[in-house]
């Protein structure tokens, strides 16, 4: 299993070496707002992931989903948990039961409810 500091650096490296070392260590820690000794102890996994705000930051430096890097530090986004906490019996017996369905057939529901067709 990916860690949430395995996955940041994967994500960072990736880009630094795509865009030519416009994404190193440094430059992604001061974009982020974060010291560069702190963010090399993240992505080492010698530091627990950091706070919702400091993950959507680093999510929108590296152009990443936020929900994403936050479900890999084990977290929900705030917008996410309110919305859960106004039905959650529906809410979870709606992700139990979609648990074991591929892919496909979780994007042809969001399709549907985004196209208004429920």
Not at 11 to 28: C, I, P, Q, W
Not at 49 to 60: D, F
Not at 67 to 82: C, N, R
Request: charged residues 30%.
């Amino acid at each position: 299993m990916t860690t949430f500091g395995k996955y940041l650096q994967d994500s960072r490296l990736s880009l630094n070496e795509a865009e030519a070392g416009k994404f190193s260590l440094r430059k992604v820690a001061e974009m982020s707002g974060i010291h560069p000794s702190y963010l090399s102890q993240v992505e080492n996994d010698k530091l627990a992931p950091p706070g919702e705000e400091t993950i959507q930051r680093l999510a929108h430096v590296l152009g990443e989903d936020p929900d994403v890097l936050l479900a890999f530090g084990g977290k929900v986004s705030s917008e996410l948990k309110a919305i859960i906490s106004k039905r959650p019996a529906l809410f979870a017996q709606l992700i139990r039961q979609l648990k074991n369905e591929p892919d496909d057939a979780i994007l042809h529901l969001v399709r549907e409810v985004k196209d208004g067709k429920w």
